[in-house]
């Protein structure tokens, strides 16, 4: 995986005006393109998109700053039709607008060249288990709402604390299968990771793919297919995300799975009564490299 990302970050840089086949390098390095983006996130702590965007941006400016050329010929040699476009982008990176920039000489805000590089990690063990499931459907009540990488979702909170109390006992009532309980379920989620971008949040409990569903609920349905199974137990949610992020950088470089498209599901199996600590399950969906 180290290689592969890169390779990626090679790729960028050779086709920085260019739309990248990231498809195509995933399959050349025998993985996938949501697998490879979701790694560059989790490794690089900014969407691939974010990357190619300042990596562009950088090189502009040293284009802008030269004076090489009029701005419409170095925005459409940088891969913008207008340039409004350019200026945008190049605003949203530099905070300020390439002519402020070429008569100033900033400010500018350099994004270096990523490598990404192994480094010796692991001394506190996974608890981990691989998990064949049948077909199954995820039921609940659920949300749009944007992902936010730490700390409380305030959208989240808001959602789940205004369902009844009676409605979270009928929701553990209909659960018949595993994961087991009450789930906090993240299903369509931006394969880049991107933070603010939105998913769909369920709240509800899993049952079997032949459980008729009430009207009034929402469901998911999930095809057959592997899991890992990550247990944690500590503060919430803190240590949850801090699992949800060692995936990333220490449990799949280390084992031949890769992450597939589906939801990633929660099961909190106790907790203090304040929900300050609590033990989970974090089910995310795997395939064999």
Not at 241 to 251: L, V
């Amino acid at each position: 995986m180290i290689s592969a990302l890169n390779r990626l970050v090679d790729l960028v840089e050779q086709h920085l005006t260019e739309e990248l086949d990231v498809d195509g390098l995933a399959r050349n390095v025998g993985t996938t393109e949501y697998h490879l983006r979701r790694m560059f996130s989790s490794l690089a702590g900014m969407p691939l998109s974010e990357y190619v965007r300042r990596r562009r941006m950088t090189v502009a400016a040293a284009d802008v700053v030269r004076g090489e050329g009029d701005l419409l010929g170095i925005a459409v040699r940088h891969g913008y039709g207008s340039t409004e476009a350019f200026g945008r982008a190049f605003r949203a990176v530099h905070g300020a607008g390439p002519g402020d920039v070429r008569r100033n000489g900033g400010p500018l805000r350099t994004q270096p060249q990523l490598r990404f590089r192994l480094t010796v990690e692991g001394s506190n063990p996974m608890d981990t288990r691989i998990v064949e499931r049948p077909a199954f459907r995820l039921v609940g009540h659920a949300a749009r709402v944007p992902l936010i990488h730490h700390g409380i979702n305030p959208h989240i909170q808001r959602h789940v604390t205004g369902l009844p109390m009676e409605e979270h006992l009928r929701l553990k009532a209909l659960s018949s299968t595993e994961p087991a309980g009450l789930l906090q379920v993240s299903d369509d989620v931006d394969p880049d990771g991107t933070e603010g971008s939105e998913l769909t949040y369920l709240h509800g409990v899993a049952v079997s793919r032949d459980t008729s569903v009430p009207d009034d609920l929402d469901a998911i349905e999930v095809p057959a297919g592997t899991w890992a199974v990550f247990r944690t137990a500590g503060p919430h949610p803190a240590t949850l995300q801090a699992t949800w992020a060692a995936t990333a950088t220490e449990w799949f470089p280390a084992n031949p799975w890769r992450l597939r498209p589906g939801p990633a599901i929660v099961a909190v199996l106790d907790r203090a009564e304040d929900f300050s600590t609590a033990t989970c399950e974090l089910w995310l969906p795997v395939e064999p490299v």
